[in-house]
């Protein structure tokens, strides 16, 4: 079953905008990640946030999470064509080593 | 290699047929991972190897899934008696050490895997 869930599952936007999507879990959980996917085939790691951080920055990707809200979002800043695919967040129960995911958001940005 | 690689990158097999696909982990990656994504979702976990050994196989649908990882690198996800609902991606994923919950998975290309 999927743990996540990501808002919204779609996403239009022109180059140079920011993108926001948003992971919502149910469980408890040791970390959350979020994953890129081009073309429904392999995943690329973008970034790993643990349960005590609450913001991490990586290039033009900002991540926040809220584990009282058991929620977590995803910015990317000044997007590009390139950025175009699937973003999926996933967790780590604090008992588990399996990933759970959600469902992904598709995010389209147009030059 | 320096990532984790997949084969066949395309499967497409009849009804009732037997499959293998396989996968090759990150060089000293103790920890491999099966998923499955259908279309239009996210991966969902099939089987956890540490070492050798299923470490966790509560995500295999039913008995006519089964994953071997011998020597504790190169393992098969092996399908038998296939049927049209287990067409999907099939995922690998490695990871470095035995702080599984905490260790970054590094996926492979998938194999696509279509049962007519």
């Known amino acids: 079953s999927q743990q996540g869930e990501e808002d919204p599952q779609a996403l239009s936007i022109q180059e140079g905008e920011n993108a926001t999507m948003n992971c919502s879990y149910k469980?408890?959980?040791?970390?959350l990640q979020w994953y890129r996917q081009n073309s429904g085939r392999g995943l690329v790691h973008l970034i790993l946030?643990?349960?005590?951080?609450r913001e991490k920055h990586s290039g033009r990707l900002r991540v926040t999470l809220d584990t009282s809200k058991k929620s977590s979002s995803l910015l990317i800043t000044a997007s590009r064509a390139a950025d175009t695919a699937s973003y999926f967040c996933a967790t780590h129960s604090n008992s588990g080593y399996a990933l759970n995911f959600g469902k992904g958001t598709s995010l389209l940005v147009t030059p | 290699g320096a990532g984790v690689s997949q084969t066949p990158s395309n499967k497409v097999t009849e009804k009732g047929k037997y499959v293998e696909l396989r996968c090759d982990p990150i060089?000293?990656?103790?920890?491999l991972y099966w998923y499955r994504q259908s279309l239009g979702q996210g991966p969902e976990f099939l089987i956890y190897?540490?070492?050798?050994?299923?470490?966790?196989d509560s995500g295999l649908p039913n008995d006519r899934f089964f994953a071997v990882r011998p020597e504790g690198s190169v393992s098969t996800l092996k399908i038998q008696r296939t049927e049209r609902g287990d067409s999907a991606v099939y995922l690998c994923?490695?990871?470095?050490?035995?702080?599984?919950?905490?260790?970054?998975?590094?996926f492979g290309p998938g194999t696509r895997l279509t049962v007519l």
């Open positions: 060089s000293g990656h103790t920890a």
């Open positions: 469980t408890s959980i040791n970390n």
């Open positions: 994923a490695s990871s470095l050490s035995r702080l599984a919950s905490t260790d970054t998975q590094y």
């Open positions: 190897f540490q070492g050798t050994g299923a470490a966790d």
């Open positions: 946030i643990r349960s005590n951080e």
